[in-house]
């Protein structure tokens, strides 16, 4: 059985920096791609980051550009989040997903159960 379990959220000030952690087990996973997305109750799920099979190539939501790092460890089946400079608008479930393409990312194949940050102004 396939499952992924996020940790490292939390409540953070304004400005600060959170890490994000999934660990994915029940299969190999090296040959997919993962990502966050977020999600903000009463509104729509949100593209966060995601990275490729192989790390070689990683993508940003323009919001979060310059700001959070994306990066895996395929021999951990593990995907982090490097979430510095926070803003309260950043303030949502942050979900792990994996996807076997990476055009497929938003809609996923496997998913967490999401973790929370909160960041207070």
């Known amino acids: 059985q396939v499952q992924l379990v996020e940790s490292g959220g939390g409540l953070v000030q304004a400005g600060g920096s959170l890490r994000l952690s999934c660990a994915a087990s029940g299969r190999t996973f090296s040959t997919y791609a993962m990502g966050w997305l977020r999600q903000v109750p009463g509104k729509e799920r949100e593209f966060v980051a995601a990275?490729?099979?192989?790390?070689?190539?990683?993508y940003y939501a323009d919001s979060v550009k310059g700001r959070f790092t994306i990066s895996r460890d395929n021999a951990k089946n593990s995907v982090y989040l490097q979430m510095n400079s926070l803003k309260p608008e950043d303030t949502a479930v942050y979900y792990c997903?994996?996807?076997?393409?990476?055009?497929?990312?938003?809609?996923?194949?496997?998913w967490g159960k999401g973790t929370l940050v909160t960041v207070s102004s």
């Open positions: 997903v994996l996807s076997r393409t990476m055009v497929t990312i938003r809609r996923g194949d496997y």
């Open positions: 990275i490729t099979w192989n790390g070689g190539s990683a």
